[in-house]
């Protein structure tokens, strides 16, 4: 049991009743009562229908979104006072964190205890004005400060953007293409061609950045700009296509950018997957190194003719992993197409993964080049999604050697 001044102290605590006589405290303290809670007894659930207020006299209670907690509330602290003014739903859940004495005061209560007394109505109804003044002021605060996030964001996407390859490689005989639809604003997925100048060949790369949002944005450039910079500048091959140069380079590039990140960013435990390959144009010889990534295709006139499986796990964890150099070749006529689970993984209203049966599907039906199977198969993701978010960024790429 409390007294009835130290239940005055707590009904006090709220600002509907701060300015409020000691008489009308009184009144409101005589219909009152104090509730026990066990730990882990629910007081109500989201959703239910509110009619009364609580004060915390004694213990903790959880407010809580099913497992998400929202806050912690102690002694002297109060909740529920929309609750107690009119038949809202409750907003959140209430469970006791440990053994919890509250002061429960209902609506009714309130209602007639201020219906006899004028002057505290008016108290009560200058309270909730002001409250009112402050809900807007902090929303138009908020407001603000998404927008000033937004355009932020916004220049952060123009920023990503630029570190795509901006003019794809003009290769006789070959047309590349590559795309990349962030599920966010900014995406942890990348791709680029570029030109590899001793010896003389294509890189050619797509990745995935573990995770989504800005901090695999901001690796996502780390991780591409690494790769590409290792192996443009890298000046102890010689200048002719030679494949051992070629490996060589493939190498030394994914080595270094594992152990880069692997040791400067190891807090961050970001890795990302990645398919970076070296194409030799004039034979169509192709070396590559697969780092945990989704096989890339080679299309024929039959379809599917080979995967480019994996050949060593993600890159960016551990600094002392080695990954083997795989060799193929893309012959005339046929397309190189890569993509990241973010094609795969893709889910419409229903809850159901596009799969990559269903994308192997498409591209062993083949198109008249790489541009057309590109759009073609990200058409069919797109359709496939409909109306539902999409759940992760989507990249492909394509690599299509003419025929003679």
Not at 55 to 64: A, E, K, L, P, T
Not at 385 to 397: L, V
Request: one cysteine or more; a negative charge.
């Amino acid at each position: 049991m409390i007294s009835l001044e130290e239940t005055c102290h707590f009904l006090r605590k709220c600002s509907f009743f701060a300015c409020t006589s000691e008489d009308t405290l009184k009144s409101l303290a005589h219909v009152s009562e104090l509730i026990q809670l066990q730990a882990g007894e629910k007081l109500f659930e989201k959703g239910e229908i509110g009619t009364s207020m609580f004060f915390v006299v004694d213990g903790c209670v959880r407010i809580h979104n099913d497992d998400v907690v929202i806050t912690h509330l102690g002694k002297e602290q109060v909740f529920g006072e929309v609750a107690a003014l009119s038949h809202e739903l409750r907003t959140a859940s209430v469970t006791a964190e440990m053994d919890t004495t509250l002061l429960k005061l209902e609506q009714i209560g309130i209602y007639n205890t201020l219906s006899s007394q004028p002057d505290a109505a008016r108290c009560v109804i200058q309270a909730l004005c002001r409250r009112e003044s402050e809900i807007i002021g902090e929303k138009v605060d908020r407001l603000i400060k998404a927008k000033v996030m937004e355009k932020e964001m916004d220049i952060g996407q123009k920023i990503q953007r630029n570190f795509l390859p901006e003019i794809i490689p003009e290769i006789d005989g070959w047309n590349m293409h590559g795309v990349l639809q962030p599920a966010r604003k900014v995406a942890g997925d990348f791709y680029d061609f570029f030109i590899v100048p001793k010896p003389h060949c294509v890189g050619i790369v797509i990745g995935d950045v573990c995770d989504k949002g800005v901090g695999a944005a901001l690796f996502m450039t780390l991780f591409r700009s690494l790769i590409r910079s290792i192996s443009i500048y890298r000046n102890e091959v010689g200048e002719n296509a030679d494949p051992e140069d070629v490996t060589n380079t493939l190498r030394h590039a994914i080595a270094l950018t594992n152990k880069y990140i692997a040791s400067t960013h190891a807090s961050s435990s970001m890795f990302s997957s990645v398919f970076f390959g070296l194409l030799i144009p004039e034979t169509g010889q192709l070396c590559y190194i697969n780092a945990g990534h989704e096989a890339p295709l080679i299309i024929g006139e039959s379809g599917i003719r080979q995967e480019l499986k994996p050949t060593g796990p993600v890159i960016g964890l551990f600094e002392d992993i080695g990954h083997d150099i795989g060799m193929t070749e893309i012959l005339p006529g046929e397309i190189l197409f890569g993509y990241t689970d973010g094609a795969t993984d893709a889910q419409n209203q229903a809850g159901q993964q596009f799969s990559e049966e269903k994308l192997a599907e498409i591209i062993a039906s083949g198109a008249s080049n790489g541009g057309a199977l590109l759009h073609k198969a990200l058409s069919a993701v797109e359709e496939f999604i409909g109306s539902a978010d999409q759940f992760d960024d989507i990249t492909m790429i394509s690599v299509h050697r003419e025929k003679h």
